[in-house]
């Protein structure tokens, strides 16, 4: 980790009496006065980076975090629609890339020491990624049942033809259910 500068104090105005001559003399030490380098003054805790701080790393961080967030949530959104069979996976495909944006911020957010409640924010977004890529895997799994079912749906027109397609893809998943549990295990 580099060593911190210390820049020696501003004589401007406000810095100094009003009719004294600038300070001349030995340059401040390297080090700050408490701590040693990389403290605060007055502190025995590491200095954050505060106003000072890499600010292109910062916005770095910032615009992973976005993408993170626009992924998520467009996978959120498109989750809710009923889309025909092969676009209702798009949702899952979505928060696989929001699951890996959101480690990469993590990780950009970290180095960066971006502070407040970016951090926490993104391991509840990275949690939620995580299950709906889960239960979006589901579906991958069980692929001919829901196109079967999605084919069933695209001809029912009737509420009772919609309740019977339904009905099937719950008779086809317990029956998946059943193959997969019975399975030689061997």
């Known amino acids: 980790m580099p060593e911190q500068q210390v820049r020696p104090p501003r004589q401007g105005p406000a810095t100094r009496q009003q009719g004294a001559p600038p300070r001349q ?16 003054p007055g502190s025995g805790r590491p200095a954050g980076p505060g106003p000072g701080a ?22 959120l959104g498109l989750g809710l629609l009923t889309l025909p069979w092969p676009w209702a996976l798009l949702p899952g495909l979505l928060c696989l890339a929001a699951l890996v944006l959101g480690i990469v911020a993590l990780v950009k957010v970290r180095r960066a020491r971006v502070r407040g409640a970016v951090t926490p924010v993104l391991i509840v977004g990275l949690v939620l990624a995580a299950f709906l890529t889960l239960a979006a895997s589901g579906q991958v799994v069980l692929w001919r049942e829901y196109s079967a079912y999605s084919e069933c749906m695209e001809g029912a027109i009737t509420g009772q033809a ?11 998943l317990d029956e998946r259910m059943r193959q997969v549990l019975e399975a030689p295990q061997g």
């Open 25 to 40: 003399g030995r340059p401040p030490s390297p080090t700050p006065p408490t701590g040693g380098p990389g403290r605060s």
């Open 54 to 75: 890499d600010e292109t790393a910062q916005r770095d961080a910032h615009r992973w975090v976005r993408l993170f967030g626009l992924a998520i949530v467009t996978a």
């Open 162 to 172: 919609k309740d019977s397609c339904f009905a099937q893809l719950e008779r086809s």
